[in-house]
């Protein structure tokens, strides 16, 4: 896993000791791992992504019947956000396959029952998060384009992606979104996985999920950018990538977790 013994790098930092330090390629060996357990449960894995396949699916056609096209680029990136709480029951299937469990479906869907209160506080705050970030997109879009309202789908789609406001607003709402996610993802890199392999509460598990981050940027940024190439290439194909890159992320974030938190 490419992991090192050495100490802590930041010892004055809460739960410094949990943290191991792994190379900056540790993270290609995670996807690797990831994708093995994704062929070992294939169908529970493919079946779980098609959960999320078709709500996307849903929820664009809403957005078109709604005029609300705007909102795409704003939604695509904020599911970083709730990312880790999506693939919760993904870390199961892989927790499942560690140690012999046969994987399911079910199980899957009803991982947040081994450590309930502290994953559906963490559940709370991404889903915040997300609409808190949806607010804020959708200020900006109405101080970007003044005079849009009764315009049809197609001639607002045209506006967003077409037209200097349009990609002002695009560049505006990627640079906020990006911010926001980089925030999440160092509070919530390892903060699921530790809730389901622990007894500890929320406040531990992100300060934990922290520590560890800042004590392998390289690694951390190159793990980013995975995950982001992996949402970006699933939704790039009509949403149904997902099927394959979300577990492929779900299964990797479990091996990241095994790799880098030590308890």
Do not use: C, K
Not at 55 to 75: E, K, M, W
Request: hydrophobic share 60%.
């Amino acid at each position: 896993m490419a992991q090192t013994d050495a100490a802590a790098p930041y010892p004055g930092r809460p739960f410094a000791d949990r943290a191991a330090q792994v190379a900056a390629t540790a993270p290609f060996a995670w996807l690797a791992a990831g994708a093995r357990d994704f062929r070992a449960a294939f169908g529970t894995s493919l079946g779980y992504g098609m959960i999320f396949v078709l709500a996307g699916i849903v929820l664009t056609v809403a957005l078109l019947i709604a005029n609300l096209v705007y909102l795409f680029v704003p939604l695509a990136t904020g599911f970083m956000l709730i990312g880790p709480a999506a693939t919760l029951g993904l870390y199961a299937i892989s927790r499942d396959l560690e140690t012999g469990r046969q994987p399911s479906l079910r199980h899957a869907l009803q991982a947040f029952r081994a450590n309930p209160g502290p994953m559906l506080y963490v559940g709370a705050a991404l889903l915040g998060i997300f609409m808190v970030w949806l607010r804020m997109a959708q200020l900006t879009y109405a101080l970007a384009f003044q005079d849009t309202i009764g315009l049809d789908a197609h001639s607002l789609l045209y506006t967003t992606l077409f037209t200097g406001e349009g990609r002002a607003f695009l560049a505006i709402t990627m640079v906020m979104g990006g911010v926001m996610a980089a925030l999440v993802f160092a509070g919530t890199a390892f903060a699921l996985p530790m809730l389901l392999d622990r007894p500890v509460g929320m406040a531990e598990a992100v300060a934990t999920s922290w520590t560890a981050v800042g004590a392998n940027l390289p690694a951390m940024v190159v793990w980013a950018a995975l995950l982001v190439a992996l949402t970006v290439l699933g939704m790039a194909v009509g949403l149904v990538g997902l099927a394959v890159t979300l577990p492929l992320a779900g299964h990797a974030t479990w091996h990241a977790y095994r790799a880098v938190i030590r308890l």
